[in-house]
């Protein structure tokens, strides 16, 4: 991959040539806890806070970051920098005191914009899929020694690690379009997974975010890699100077056919031009992750990279933490756990769980933000068709400020509207959901927890009450 700018200051004076203090506020998240990382990489001295410990925190006190669990830090007002994410609110200790001495306070898309102007940048896009994308890119880059860095929005697992600056010229980015992060990193190319409406609330209108997609596009030098599968990443071709499609769509220009489960991942012929290969993802099942894996290689391609020995490092991708992630067997449970929130990802992964060896697929879904659950709602009515037993626990809030009527119920009642013959059940909170689970599993299940909030404990705790019931 070819080299990019020299600067580190990016176009609102963040200079990463100055602030070699830097404070990370919110670092035990996965999008913070990799902005750490690169910076601790490259030979800034860290430090960060966060209110809880998480499985973060300890990798990056390998790298020499100081970490301090709790309410705040002394390093805030001796930082040259603070780095702050849109979780963290104006009143935080550490955002006060960094104020009161002077010290200036950045958004992450501030501190990342000054990161990317280092290396040539991908940036993975999309409403759904870019962590599972940028990973399976950062493994065929990895895996033919181009050398080029990545910073993903969680644990890479066959890289054991979210992000790595290391180095080579080129660096990929998962490229965040909720606060608009995406627009911010001066991308020479780019991919965009799918296209739909979420994040309105910073947004607005599903209008406004498509315009800030086609933006996206259009200041694009390199190649635009659009799914020919979705309306709307396909809608983008007009906006970009060289668009390139992948999908099963007859025009694609990375075609993908013959697609068939491969234990729990996937197998499917990648045709490109006069060249074509037989893929295999393990760890990533279902037809949603052959075209994830389809735009990685797309990408890797537009690289410079051979197709084949794209797909063969490929093979070597062992999936991401909380993307269809098998959390263990118990009582002749398979447990999974992922990240799927959103209707069209919720579908594919309870598609994805039926292709599996499994007599029932049993899922317990946790609706995310109250904003998200009030607009869509009734978009999730016939996102659990695939699912042989459903319950729905009340929503995680993310942060978020009660609405008046707005609760889990909200999915629940769309989905029994349209199916009313659904074996479905509202679950409360956590732990009726862990007693459902106890009750209703039974050997040769997929339990699979689909959320983006606090529902991941409940699988490792329905593992332990079943393991002491043997």
Request: proline share 5%; glycine share 12%; net charge negative.
């Amino acid at each position: 991959m070819a080299g990019g700018a020299d600067s580190t200051a990016d176009q609102h004076g963040v200079s990463l040539d100055l602030a070699r203090r830097v404070h990370v506020v919110n670092v035990g998240g996965a999008g913070m806890s990799a902005i750490a990382t690169v910076l601790a990489q490259r030979g800034h001295e860290v430090s960060g806070i966060d209110g809880k410990s998480t499985p973060f925190l300890g990798p990056l006190e390998q790298l020499g970051v100081s970490v301090v669990v709790g309410d705040s830090s002394p390093a805030a007002q001796e930082a040259d920098l603070v780095v702050t994410s849109s979780a963290t609110p104006v009143d935080h200790p550490d955002v006060v005191a960094a104020v009161a001495a002077g010290v200036p306070v950045v958004h992450r898309r501030d501190a990342l914009e000054a990161i990317c102007a280092e290396r040539r940048v991908v940036a993975v896009a999309g409403t759904h899929g870019k962590s599972t994308t940028a990973a399976m890119l950062a493994t065929v880059l990895d895996g033919v020694g181009d050398g080029a860095g990545y910073l993903v929005g969680t644990r890479v697992t066959g890289l054991r690690a979210n992000a790595d600056w290391r180095s080579g010229p080129g660096f990929v980015v998962e490229a965040d379009e909720s606060d608009g992060t995406f627009l911010r990193l001066g991308a020479t190319d780019g991919l965009v997974t799918n296209l739909e409406a979420d994040h309105l609330s910073y947004w607005g209108t599903e209008a406004a975010l498509v315009e800030a997609f086609r933006g996206f596009v259009a200041a694009l030098t390199g190649t635009a890699i659009l799914c020919a599968d979705d309306p709307g990443s396909v809608a983008l071709a007009p906006h970009a100077a060289r668009p390139v499609t992948y999908g099963t769509a007859a025009g694609a220009d990375h075609r993908i056919s013959d697609v068939e489960p491969a234990g729990i991942g996937v197998a499917f012929t990648h045709t490109h031009g006069d060249a074509s290969v037989r893929v295999t993802v393990p760890s990533a099942p279902g037809i949603h992750n052959a075209r994830n894996a389809a735009g990685a290689l797309a990408a890797a391609v537009a690289a410079g990279i051979d197709l084949a020995a794209a797909a063969a490092a490929l093979a070597s991708f062992a999936g991401v933490a909380r993307r269809f992630e098998v959390r263990g067997r118990a009582g002749g449970v398979t447990f999974v756990d992922s990240y799927d929130h959103l209707p069209t990802e919720v579908a594919a992964a309870l598609t994805a769980a039926q292709s599996g060896p499994f007599q029932r697929v049993v899922c317990v879904f946790q609706p995310h933000r109250y904003t998200r659950t009030r607009d869509l709602a009734p978009t999730f009515a016939d996102a659990f068709v695939d699912a042989d037993v459903l319950g729905v626990t009340d929503l995680y809030p993310a942060g978020e400020s009660p609405i008046a009527g707005v609760s889990g119920r909200l999915v629940h009642d769309a989905v029994l509207a349209a199916h009313p013959e659904a074996d479905i059940r509202f679950l409360g909170g956590l732990p009726e959901a862990a007693d459902w689970l106890v009750a209703t599993l039974r050997p040769g299940d997929c339990c699979i927890t689909l959320n983006a909030g606090d529902l991941t404990t409940v699988p490792d705790a329905v593992i332990g009450r079943l393991e002491g019931d043997r």
